[in-house]
């Protein structure tokens, strides 16, 4: 049974740098796409983040782009998001995906993934 566990949210200024973690339990990165997915309040849940597990395929939305950094430590099964010069624009509940399968058509659509963690709030202030 996969099981994606965030964490690493919590509050921070304007400017400011967090880092989240997901961890992976009952699956082991391989072939497959694990992503980075938020979602504001009233707003529907949108990609920020996506990398595929055994080539070099990474995406990211427009306004994250220069700011933040997947990537994943495969040594203990996590997906990572480094996440620096924050804006307010960036609160929401982050969630970590994961979906087995080696090609995604649209890789930062949250329709294409089948596993999802609980999530982790991120909260940046002026």
């Known amino acids: 049974q996969v099981q994606l566990v965030e964490s690493g949210g919590g509050s921070v200024q304007t400017g400011g740098s967090l880092r989240l973690s997901c961890v992976a339990s009952?699956?082991?990165?391989?072939?497959?796409?694990m992503g980075w997915f938020r979602q504001a309040p009233g707003k529907e849940r949108e990609g920020v983040a996506a990398?595929?597990?055994?080539?070099?395929?990474?995406w990211y939305t427009d306004t994250v782009k220069g700011r933040f950094t997947i990537s994943r430590d495969n040594a203990k099964n996590t997906l990572l998001l480094q996440m620096d010069s924050l804006k307010p624009e960036d609160t929401g509940m982050y969630y970590c995906?994961?979906?087995?399968?080696?090609?995604?058509?649209?890789?930062?659509?949250?329709?294409?993934?089948?596993?999802w963690g609980q999530g982790t709030q991120v909260t940046v202030s002026s």
């Open positions: 995906a994961a979906e087995r399968r080696w090609s995604l058509r649209k890789p930062l659509s949250r329709n294409e993934y089948n596993y």
């Open positions: 009952g699956y082991t990165f391989s072939g497959d796409w």
């Open positions: 990398m595929h597990t055994s080539v070099p395929d990474t």
